[in-house]
């Protein structure tokens, strides 16, 4: 595929704001292998995937669509890709959890990142929320043996609201066993690098990575900002797509020349960079539009 139709210098064929769906939390997996990691996304061109593979994702991704659930588990390169789509044994027991509780729960996705959880034997989930004047949670050590206790989790904090967040540890000791992954992180930067799902988010989301790192290194902010790598998000014709968690904005058609602004304006001073808005969690894609619209009013 010719560089110039999946680089930053393609043409911007659709309107960047309102088209993030609703969405009121959304689970960032970390994961327990090294599988999904920069070294895979860098990689361009690709071969291309399988027919076998290209049937399950679209059958994956339009279940999905159905559910509201936006549960696209791809983070592994298609030659290890399992035969019914799931990353890891584990991903795939979130992913089916979540869907089958979709009536229960409100609009929640998940996406794998290229974070190492602390413990290889189980997962931590950064549970990212729409009250984006609170921290995410970040949870550690969910197994097969505890998945049970996420679902029952998520209802309790939907019910209890943002204020019990300022509670931390206290909130999810009746949860247990779960526990709290303690961080020093004030910003959670994620760019979808996703290359075996699309070339579009592969280049351009594996180009914005390294050069956030860059910036994080550059301005001494190594313990207060965290960026990573993540699956599919949906919206491959926007990318490069970042998202911006706890203030919850999706950002697309990024480009390196953004990568300041990002810093300069989102993270030192909470501005929306209204011109790259996708969306913010919590909003439908109507309201959406019309804080795009009322940004730049």
């Known amino acids: 595929m010719d560089i110039e139709e999946v680089g930053f210098d393609r043409p911007c064929a659709k309107d960047v704001h309102g088209s993030l769906g609703t969405l009121d939390m959304h689970l960032i997996l970390v994961r327990s292998d090294s599988v999904w990691s ?43 890709w ?26 929640v996705g998940t996406v794998a990142c290229d974070m190492a959880s602390l413990d290889p034997e189980s997962m931590d989930v950064l ?72 070339m579009r988010c592969g280049y351009c989301g594996s180009k914005l990575a390294d050069l956030i790192e860059e910036e994080i290194a550059k301005r001494g902010l190594k313990e207060k900002v965290m960026a990573a790598r993540v699956s599919h998000v949906g919206g491959h014709a926007y990318a490069g797509n970042v998202l911006a968690y ?10 390196p020349a953004d990568v300041p602004r990002l810093f300069d304006e989102h993270i ?17 894609k109507t309201e959406n539009a019309e804080l795009a619209k009322s940004l730049f009013t």
Request: hydrophobic residues 40%; positive net charge.
């Open 127 to 198: 549970v990212c929320h729409k009250w984006g004047n609170r921290e995410p949670i970040f949870l550690r050590g969910i197994t097969e043996t505890t998945l049970n206790k996420l679902v029952p989790f998520l209802q309790d904090l939907e019910s209890a609201g943002e204020d019990s967040i300022d509670s931390g540890s206290a909130f999810v000791a009746p949860i247990a066993p779960f526990q709290l992954r303690n961080t020093s992180y004030e910003h959670f930067i994620f760019c979808c690098a996703h290359v075996k799902r699309d």
């Open 38 to 80: 920069p070294n895979t996304v860098n990689t361009f061109p690709s071969p291309p995937l399988p027919r076998v593979s290209l049937l399950v994702m679209y059958l994956v991704s339009l279940t999905c669509f159905v559910v509201r659930f936006p549960l696209k588990m791809t983070g592994v390169p298609h030659t290890e």
């Open 268 to 284: 030192s001073s909470g501005k929306i960079l209204a011109d790259k808005l996708r969306g913010k969690v919590g909003l439908n």
């Open 82 to 107: 399992p035969a019914k789509g799931d990353v890891t044994p584990l991903h795939g027991l979130i992913v089916s959890t979540i869907k089958e509780s979709k009536n229960d729960l409100a609009p």
């Open 246 to 255: 706890p203030i919850g904005t999706w950002y697309g058609y990024m480009r």
